[in-house]
């Protein structure tokens, strides 16, 4: 089974542009989850999808915005970029059915750069 | 709100030796789970281990096995025979039992395996 795959890997923006990133999940897994890991701040929680529905939503700007297909497939937006952006966006894919028992796999990242 | 500490930035271990990574947490939830996840240089995130809060005994994966003190709120992760691929991040996490995706991380301890 293919695991999560999140494209691009890396992506080099300048301050003020706005960016997509994409993750595709394990199939058969409809919940995934968006986390933004940075140095200093560590690992944080964006937001979470289940069946192209928000259902849980971390502590950021609404400039960070996301959406989840029919094939729950996800992607994420980020609007007028900020230096402070610049971070390993990592997503987690789950069954999305039992809660915290479910195990969420993580894909590989997706290494932005604001410049 | 919660919180997840991991006080040992960075510990380092002998090959074939035993190490124990610390975490603690905070909460006024009855019924959660504790995770510890490992993130090896340029590789993709992966669980190691789970704990349920209403679980007496501890978790245990082949080498790996936890230390689960619920009235201290602490998590530790004990690793035996170390090996030079337990090079690692080693995160700590806490979801809330109530169905939530939604991980809180600690800031992570960087363990390096000595040959």
């Known amino acids: 089974k293919a695991g999560v795959t999140q494209t691009p890997r890396y992506l080099i923006k300048t301050r003020g542009q706005q960016v997509t990133l994409s993750c595709s999940p394990i199939?058969?897994?409809?919940?995934v989850s968006w986390y933004q890991q940075t140095p200093g701040q560590g690992l944080q929680f964006l937001f979470e999808?289940?069946?192209?529905?928000?259902?849980n939503k971390g502590n950021f700007p609404g400039r960070f915005s996301g959406r989840q297909f029919s094939n729950s497939r996800s992607e994420m937006n980020v609007s007028t970029l900020e230096l402070g952006d610049s971070a390993l966006y990592l997503c987690?894919?789950?069954?999305?059915?039992?809660?915290?028992?479910?195990?969420?796999?993580f894909g590989p990242g997706t290494r932005l750069t604001v410049l | 709100a919660q919180t997840v500490t991991q006080s040992q930035p960075e510990m380092s271990v002998q090959e074939a030796e035993t190490v124990t990574l610390s975490c603690t947490y905070d909460t006024s939830e009855s019924d959660y789970y504790l995770f510890w996840y490992k993130q090896p240089p340029s590789r993709q995130m992966i669980l190691v281990i789970r704990?349920?809060?209403?679980?007496?005994q501890n978790a245990t994966e082949n080498r790996f096995s936890v230390n689960f003190q619920k009235a201290a709120k602490s998590f530790s992760l004990k690793i035996s025979d170390s090996q030079l691929g337990d090079a690692a991040m080693y995160f700590c996490a806490y979801v809330p039992g109530a169905g939530s995706y939604q991980l809180t991380f600690g800031k992570g301890t960087k363990l390096s395996v000595i040959p």
């Open positions: 704990q349920e809060a209403y679980k007496q």
């Open positions: 199939s058969g897994h409809r919940s």
């Open positions: 987690a894919s789950s069954l999305g059915l039992a809660g915290p028992s479910d195990t969420q796999y």
């Open positions: 999808y289940f069946s192209e529905t928000q259902r």
